[in-house]
């Protein structure tokens, strides 16, 4: 039987000649990207275990803390809020960091260097979005009709005093996780935020711990609020008149931003508050909050990092669809987020039954964590993407505007696909 084969001008077949010439080139740099993506992603899974893991122990301490939170009605509405502080002020900062290191314009000595005067900044955010904290906390315990509650000066002393102890300590990591960086040559995008995160997890608790024993004294709690509230005010003038150019700029734009960011945190711990009555019947759920908060906020951290160092330096589009890099980075996060969930649900559940916080069976609490993950990750990918791409569109700094408002969303995400799944898996 004759065997026909189609007919090519010379010009066709000259082109399919050089397609078939150029698909080995392509399938290659597909696969190097792959491979680079590889590396990147075992870097981030090693921060992100390391980092749920260790946000357990915020957990174990908010579980042991039932008494205070009993004593001191609004204090886990403040929670997430203040933990989340943290993660934002230097989730960016890292952010910013990295960028800088990527782009080849790092500098860390002299006190002009960016690196100090983003250190400089950072600290000072910490004390005023604590005190901007406290008062939105209690304005909106009050909208949300949430009785009783602590008062304003109770509010001030624990969030502005907890935020400031902790943020000496958080910053020093940074630095670090930044000195190695340069050192070993690790990628900040991929590091950084599961760092962060974990440090204020671990840091902050303990500091509004420490910062409640001040809290509902007649004399001293007005006194050391009232201060604060100066010092505060003191550094916002401060740091929008420096001559310091991108301290200056820090403080302008982040204020903003961050009071927003807060306020979405806030609406995270009301939706905490409003269930405190399961989770103080399971306290193993108190174990798991931290650290489930804490993944969907490194989860969208990492990849809104990633993204914005991808558009600053154009290895990414900012387009409507995502692009092949951006396709990458968002299918990599659900690799990153199932082992994640599933791998923080076993060990909470290990550490509340070592501890002897009561709780739901293992198969109930390793549900909840990956069944809530699982719905997180969906909105994080949607939140992360498109709320990076939209501080790209209104040319703004993905650094310093994405990553907050992305970080502050997976928050509220987090605390409500968690409670979701606590009612679907039938824990509560």
Known sequence: MRKFAPK????????????RSRAPITLRRAAARWARDLLAVRSAFGALVMAAVASLVAGLILAAITGTLERLPGLLLLVPAAIAVKGNIFGALGSRLGTAIHAGTFRSGGRDSPMMQNAIASVGLSLVLGVVLAVMAKGTALAFNVSPTMSLADFVVISALGCLLAAFVVLAITLATTAGAVRFGWDLDNVVAPMVTVAGDVVTLPSLVVAAE?????????????????????????????????????MRESLPVLTVAGLLDLVAGITVEKRIDDFLEFPVLLVLLPGYLATAGALGGVLSSRLSTKLHLGLARPSALPSGAARVDLATTFALAIPVFALLGLVASIAGGLSGHAGP????????????????????????????????????????YGIPMVTSSLDLVGAFTMIVAVVVVGVA
């Open 361 to 400: 069976s293992l198969g109930g609490l390793v549900g909840v964590a990956l069944l809530g993950g699982l719905l997180a990750t969906v909105l994080v990918v949607i939140v992360a993407y498109y709320g990076t791409l939209a501080a790209v569109r209104f040319g703004v700094d993905p650094d310093t």
């Open 214 to 250: 001040l809290a509902g004294v007649d004399v001293l709690t007005p006194s050391i609020a009232w201060t604060l509230t100066a010092m505060a005010a003191v550094t916002v003038l401060w740091g929008l008149r420096s001559r310091l150019g991108e301290l200056r700029t820090i």
């Open 8 to 19: 090519f001008s010379p010009r066709e077949h000259t082109c399919f000649m050089a397609a």
